[in-house]
């Protein structure tokens, strides 16, 4: 863990607003290696996106209130300067979006916006930022970068599109790359081949990349280690083999249930998770997820009114629920041979 | 299976104009979105329709509601051809054929109520309903798992899945024979989609509705339907039952869309990467605009050769009930289709021969 070089500490990123405030993040923590893969899985309104937001430092300018450490390479980003984290953005770290057309501006060429982000952090010519706009752009798989590079974002495919963000974030050999939701917005061939650039990018650059999704296939193909969100707050972190080989939250247990699955037996049924996500405005007393979880009157109503500390299940692998171990055990066992049925 | 089908469609077709000038129009090309699409579907059954953006499996459902018509082909509905009626013919159909939308937010009118958007269809089609419309709507609010009292509520008051319930109330509201939903799920997240998955299979069960699922995701038709079309660009190039199509897919881009599914299970070291590599098609899919020649797969395929550049594969049936456009199927063979996505890697090693 000496290596890390992003450590998340006790992140609460809040809103206020005239309905009241709204804990989009509440308490996360989390360190990530170079060269590793964070998944952050969570449905929408779990705090997932706001996190990395508030990692880039793009809730500069809003109303957000953000207490906690988020340190980069050692460096503290909360309440750093704009120009600073200005600085850091896109030389350090950098973000890929989910919708590719809107990320990018459509009246310039690809070429021209690639070059603009290397141009504002490197002392070059305009000649050497396109050479290195088109070197990118022939690196994640565009055919004749040369040509493509004078090219429109609106003469892109989707796929092509986020390859040409990808080569935009990572012109600057950013030491992080956050990736939000990357392939949400497209098909599924489409979306093997980028997962596949951001796996061979990541192993060629070297850099920390934090992967946000509601999808846990997707998360799976690349994570090493897998933070389960639920109401802004953390419900189980530990190793892609933690989460996937022994999940320890009813809430990952449920979200690895409700999904219909290629790689096992059909089932009948699906087992859904019961109710709806909560508003993050009246977040539930306690455990955030209690008025959904089949098994929070084992509590003894603690999960009513207390709200439950991360603890660790096993080496690295933290889990935030009431239920006591044999508890678990005892209610995994039910929902395995409900898997089975 | 003809013998109580409810949908025979043969050589359905829809080709959109495309044109240039405004005062001199002249149609300079066509986009073929849907082009000599076949299926039979029994009472009762549920047709899964997969394909990626731009293959058609939205206008097929359009042209089966009859909100586009059909440029060639037929739509036999219930023992009658609908494929040409005019909006007033249809009018009284509109009873029989219902939609599902895939965006909850935009498919229900923000000013009107819960009740008078699930009332709406009984008032359009002068329905009689013997305690009046609210106790009708009640109780089809009550079906679909919508608290009954919520009835002079507004959309915006409800989720995203409390939302898709009320589209699904108001498309029960005249007892449909056949409903086709449009990326029912789509928009939902995973959590919820469980839930309006089983609302759809229980509301089948107990009315005994026939439907079409249009979706992109492999996993969700492979739970819901019954029978599978696989399409690409506006053509058909698979279409059979579904435990045939998941355990042996015979045409090179099922199986290929089938291995570009992430699977939810953590990937052990260099190995299980590379085990996961799979099949990857290259590039997108080409315009519908100008679909290419013969075999509109073969640009993308790692099988093609000469023959599917020149000649059309027919929609053969290659085993009983297991229709397949391609000249060079994949065997299928049952070592192929191992429960742990045997079938994915067996072809990967021939796609490996290849390169």
């Not at chain 1, 629920?321 to 041979?337: F, I, K, N, Y």
């Not at chain 2, 339907?225 to 190039?237: E, I, N, P, Q, T």
């Amino acid at each position: 863990m000496a290596d890390a070089l992003l450590e998340v500490s006790d992140l609460h990123i809040h809103f206020p607003t005239d309905d009241g405030l709204v804990r989009a993040v509440d308490g996360v923590s989390f360190t990530l290696e170079r060269g590793r893969t964070l998944g952050i899985v969570g449905e929408s309104g779990s705090g997932k996106s706001v996190s990395s937001l508030g990692i880039m430092g793009l809730h500069q300018g809003t109303r957000a209130q953000i207490t906690g450490h988020i340190k980069l390479d050692g460096e503290e980003l909360v309440g750093a300067s704009a120009a600073r984290v200005r600085e850091l953005r896109g030389s350090k770290m950098a973000m890929i979006f989910q919708d590719p057309l809107s990320s990018l501006h459509p009246y310039y060429t690809v070429g021209a916006q690639i070059a603009e982000a290397y141009l504002v952090h490197n002392k070059v010519s305009k000649q050497v930022a396109r050479k290195h706009a088109i070197d990118m752009l022939g690196r994640v798989g565009i055919p004749q970068p040369a040509t493509r590079a004078d090219d429109y974002p609106h003469q892109f495919s989707g796929g092509m599109r986020q390859r040409a963000m990808i080569a935009m974030a990572l012109s600057c050999d950013p030491e992080l790359l956050i990736a939000d939701e990357p392939t949400t917005a497209l098909d599924v061939t489409v979306q093997a081949q980028i997962l596949d650039l951001i796996w061979d990018m990541q192993r060629e650059y070297q850099s920390a990349v934090i992967i946000i999704t509601h999808d846990l296939g997707v998360v799976a193909e690349l994570s090493d280690d897998i933070l389960v969100m639920y109401a802004g707050r953390m419900a189980e972190y530990g190793s892609a083999e933690d989460i996937f080989d022994a999940p320890g939250h009813p809430y990952t247990w449920g979200l690895l249930n409700s999904m219909p699955r290629l790689d096992q037996a059909r089932l009948d049924r699906l087992i859904p998770i019961k109710g709806t996500p909560p508003s993050l405005i009246n977040v539930p007393s306690g455990c955030p997820f209690h008025p959904r979880c089949q098994y929070a009157a084992e509590t003894n109503g603690r999960s009513e009114t207390e709200i439950p500390a991360l603890r660790p299940v096993g080496p690295g692998h933290l889990v935030a629920c009431h239920l006591t171990s044999d508890q678990r055990r005892a209610a995994r066992g039910g929902a395995a041979r409900l898997e089975d049925a | 299976m003809s013998g109580d089908a409810l949908l025979e469609v043969t050589g359905l077709t829809k080709h959109f104009p495309v044109t240039r000038g405004i005062i001199i129009r002249q149609k300079i090309g066509a986009v073929q979105a849907v082009d000599d699409v076949s299926f039979t579907l029994a009472a009762g059954q549920t047709l899964g329709v997969v394909g990626e953006s731009g293959c058609g499996k939205t206008t097929t459902g359009r042209l089966l509601t009859r909100l586009l018509e059909p440029t060639g082909g037929q739509i036999m509905f219930d023992g009658r051809d609908i494929s040409h009626l005019s909006a007033g013919q249809m009018r009284p159909l509109r009873r029989d054929i219902q939609m599902i939308f895939q965006d909850p937010y935009s498919s229900l009118n923000p000013r009107h109520t819960v009740g008078s958007i699930v009332g709406a269809p009984l008032r359009l089609q002068k329905v009689s309903t013997p305690h009046g419309i609210k106790a009708a709507v009640q109780d089809l609010l009550q079906l679909v798992g919508l608290n009954p009292e919520h009835y002079n509520r507004y959309p915006h008051e409800f989720s995203g899945g409390q939302r898709q319930r009320i589209g699904i109330a108001r498309t029960l509201a005249l007892r449909p024979k056949l409903i086709v939903a449009d990326e029912p799920v789509s928009a939902l997240d995973v959590s919820i989609q469980a839930q309006i998955i089983n609302l759809l299979e229980d509301l089948q069960g107990e009315l005994g509705l026939t439907y079409v699922v249009i979706a992109h995701d492999l996993s969700v038709v492979r739970h819901i339907a019954d029978l599978v079309a696989v399409m690409y660009l506006g053509k058909l190039v698979e279409l059979t039952s579904r435990d045939e199509l998941y355990a042996r897919p015979r045409h090179p881009y099922t199986v290929a869309l089938m291995s570009a599914v992430p699977v939810p299970a953590p990937v052990r070291g260099e190995e299980g990467r590379q085990r996961r590599k799979r099949i990857r098609l290259a590039g997108d899919v080409p315009s519908p605009l100008n679909p290419p020649p013969a075999c509109r797969f073969h640009t993308r395929c790692w099988k093609a050769q000469e023959i599917c550049r020149t000649t059309e594969p027919p929609l053969a049936e290659l085993d009983p009930g297991h229709q397949v456009a391609c000249h060079f199927p994949e065997n299928g063979a049952p070592e192929d289709s191992a429960p742990d996505g045997g079938a994915a890697t067996g072809t990967s090693q021939a796609a490996g021969e290849l390169s």
